[in-house]
């Protein structure tokens, strides 16, 4: 196989990370991203994972956390999403590339007979497929920096084949192509201690791959002092100007601008013997790291009713998305996780406490009813309720038990001999076959009925937003709904699909089968974020 060769414009840019996962790997991609476009660069990130899966549409939340759709329907890596915040630009589906994928096209083109009869080994079908994606997306979208995040820890048996890769890409294109390593910076639970020992493994074992990084971001909890900086260039030989901290901050998002005080951009385009270009700002970045700083005005304790028990990455675009319009809002926001399987008739009050009830996306029956008691209360008390894909389709079973009467309402889901089917399969999807990439993925359009709270909400006729989901409301029902005061304010026209509902007179009552959650950006949110915590907050 030979390669395409890379564009002589693209300079890309190689994270790693050591010692251990959950570095930050993802948020500093992302920071770099938003950094480098702060001085007018076109900046794409793309993530190499090296799980076995082909994507991470079967992975269970509770695991991997959420499973992030691109408008172009893949599902992703939730970093996909970060990254996608923080640049305020919607990436390809090549963005996110698993080991399973690069496995299965390979063997895919061995059974088609392309390797002319080679014996098909990791080096170089594999390394040069690995190879191949980068190259791909940076011909294919020209960007001044391409960002590539490596997924898992340096050492890792499932990411020496990724390694081997991008050295050979370095090794071609030397003066393109730079390393970054992420490290953490240990402190003894015993003593004040800080210790570099595991730091400096760590770029010895990535030099063992023959890869010599040229830059050190040091995940620590305060800057790196000069004299730690002296002894880390004494241990590796990474020049002490290339080494950065990743410092614990109260908001990611001032990531970008603390890097950027470091002056990392300097290292960067010296590397590439750039000149570093006058600083232009990216369409309002600075305005909203101003926000973030601000006094704030407003509170509101927000309740997500889900199941999933690690809710911080099972809902990470949801949380970040409450959190960024919280900034545009002057809101001191609170968000509070309750398990939905441990709501019953007599605890549910406890949810008076709460200034706005959101219920998230999922799947499976457990903690199902635990939900319809939550949005019950909800729709009873008149506090704010966002339902979101799953949360629109309780919405519907409870309007329908609650008010409409019909007891035994329910979705096909959860009982698929129910003689009142409110939520129904889609037409030609299954329910147990196949289910890796078979939901309905992606952007759709939808349709919004003028006069309604979503019309006031979106201001505009048509809307594109991400789905995730095999069921639908049940079109059969949708005459008795209205008539009891329900309404239908958002239509997909081609297939006649529910995609947004409302109550009418009530605080905020708005549920979407969409998950309005994957388009918000740092510096363009989501407008029904906006508008529910906007029904939600009050004076501190």
């Known amino acids: 196989m030979k390669l395409t060769k890379l564009n002589s414009k693209t300079k890309i840019l190689i994270v790693t990370g050591g010692v251990f996962s959950s570095l930050g790997k993802g948020v500093a991609c992302s920071s770099l991203g938003a950094m480098l476009k702060c001085f007018n660069m076109k900046v794409l990130i793309m993530k190499f994972d090296p799980y076995l899966n082909v994507d991470a549409g ?43 994928k690069i496995y299965y096209e390979t063997l895919q083109k061995e059974r088609d007979g392309k390797f002319l009869g080679a014996t098909v080994q990791v080096v170089p079908h594999i390394t040069d497929a690995i190879s191949e994606k980068v190259i791909s997306l940076c011909n294919k979208y020209e960007p001044d920096f391409l960002v590539v995040e490596v997924g898992g820890t340096v050492g890792d048996i499932e990411s020496v084949p990724f390694l081997e890769s991008l050295r050979q890409l370095r090794s071609k294109y030397l003066n393109q192509v730079m390393f970054i390593h992420t490290v953490p910076l240990i402190a003894l639970l015993t003593s004040n201690d800080l210790k570099t020992k595991p730091l400096q493994h760590s770029v010895k074992e990535l030099m063992s791959f023959g890869i010599f990084p040229n830059l050190l971001l040091v995940r620590s909890k305060d800057e790196l002092t000069e004299s730690l900086k002296n002894k880390i260039n004494l241990t590796t030989g990474i020049k002490q100007e290339n080494i950065f901290s990743l410092i614990n901050l109260k908001h990611i998002y001032l990531m970008p ?24 700002g990216y369409k309002n970045w600075d305005n909203f790291v101003a926000l973030i700083k601000k006094p704030k005005k407003y509170k509101a304790r927000i309740a997500i009713v889900g199941k999933y028990l690690d809710a911080s990455d099972t809902y990470l675009s949801i949380i970040s998305s409450l959190e960024i319009v919280s900034f545009y809002l002057n809101t001191e926001i609170r968000i509070e996780f309750i398990d939905s399987s441990t709501i019953n008739e007599e605890n549910v009050s406890e949810l008076k406490t709460y200034d706005g009830i959101l219920v998230p996306g999922g799947f499976g029956i457990r903690g199902i009813e635990g939900k319809i008691l939550a949005i019950k209360f909800a ?133 979407c089968q969409f ?18 915590l906007s029904a939600s907050r009050k004076n501190i």
């Open 58 to 100: 079967t992975m269970a939340p509770g695991q991997h956390g959420e499973v992030f759709v691109t408008s172009d329907g893949h599902e992703t890596d939730l970093d996909i999403g970060n990254y996608e915040r923080f640049l305020n630009i919607n990436l390809p589906k090549e963005s996110n590339v698993t080991a399973g």
């Open 515 to 532: 998950h309005a959650e994957f388009t918000t950006k740092i510096l363009n949110p989501n407008p029904i974020f906006y508008s529910f």
């Open 257 to 280: 601008e603390s890097l950027e005080m470091q002056k990392i951009q300097n290292s960067i385009f010296d590397f590439f013997k750039l000149k570093t270009p006058q600083r232009t």
């Open 379 to 511: 729709r009873e008390n008149n506090i704010p309720y966002f339902g979101i894909c799953l949360g629109m389709q309780l919405a519907c079973i409870e309007f329908a038990r609650n008010v409409l009467q019909i007891n035994d309402a329910n979705s096909t889901e959860f009982d698929e001999n129910t003689s009142n089917p409110i939520i129904t399969i889609l037409e030609g999807k299954e329910k147990d076959h196949n289910l890796g990439g078979t939901l309905r993925l992606g952007n759709f359009a939808c349709q919004i009925k003028p006069d309604t709270k979503t019309y006031s909400i979106y201001k505009r006729d048509e809307i594109l937003e991400r789905h995730r989901h095999r069921y639908e409301f049940n079109s059969k029902y949708t005459d008795l709904f209205e008539k009891n005061g329900f309404v239908f304010s958002g239509i997909n026209k081609e297939k006649n699909l529910v995609e947004i509902i409302e109550i009418k007179n009530h605080k905020f009552f708005v549920a």
